[in-house]
């Protein structure tokens, strides 16, 4: 449990860290105004994504559990992710309640990177499976 905790801690602060950084450089290229308040602030919002990171890699821990539903894990673990992601951005100033559009684009956003980190996870669990399925098969082979 301690491992399995530690792990997906890890993860979390990772995948903050490459998502602030994607961030910086969209804005850069972008020539978004924010930026400077960005680099003004560096440690406030490198913080914040750090924490909204492992709010959704800690809530992700849901999905080592075979007592639920996928639908429900799903659920459980956009609820609580989304959430601290509105709560901690919102309080630090990434997410700018002036537009709604805003609001919509960065719930989008972060979907999609969460499918993308979902699919990542399943593909290589995948390919672990057939690998493990793999030595099964010639373990049992040298048997006949």
């Known amino acids: 449990m301690i491992k399995s905790i530690i792990k997906h801690l890890l993860y979390g602060v990772?995948?903050?860290c490459t998502l602030f950084v994607m961030s910086i450089i969209f804005w850069d290229l972008?020539?978004?105004v924010r930026l400077q308040e960005f680099i003004d602030n560096?440690?406030?919002?490198?913080?914040?994504?750090i924490a909204i990171g492992v709010g959704f890699s800690i809530s992700g821990m849901v999905y080592d559990t075979d007592r639920l539903a996928l639908w429900l894990?799903?659920?459980?673990?956009m609820f609580v992710?989304?959430?601290?992601?509105?709560?901690?951005?919102s309080n630090v100033g990434i997410i700018s309640f002036e537009s709604?559009?805003?609001i919509v684009l960065y719930v989008v956003v972060a979907v999609i990177i969460l499918i993308v980190a979902c699919s990542t996870d399943y593909?290589?669990?995948k390919?672990?499976?057939?690998?493990?399925?793999k030595k099964l098969e010639e373990g049992y082979s040298d048997v006949k």
């Open 14 to 16: 990772t995948g903050g």
């Open 30 to 32: 972008t020539g978004d």
């Open 42 to 49: 560096f440690t406030i919002y490198a913080l914040a994504y």
């Open 73 to 77: 894990k799903i659920s459980i673990n």
């Open 81 to 89: 992710g989304f959430g601290i992601f509105l709560l901690v951005g």
């Open 100 to 102: 709604p559009a805003r």
């Open 123 to 125: 593909l290589l669990s």
């Open 127 to 133: 390919r672990e499976a057939k690998a493990i399925n």
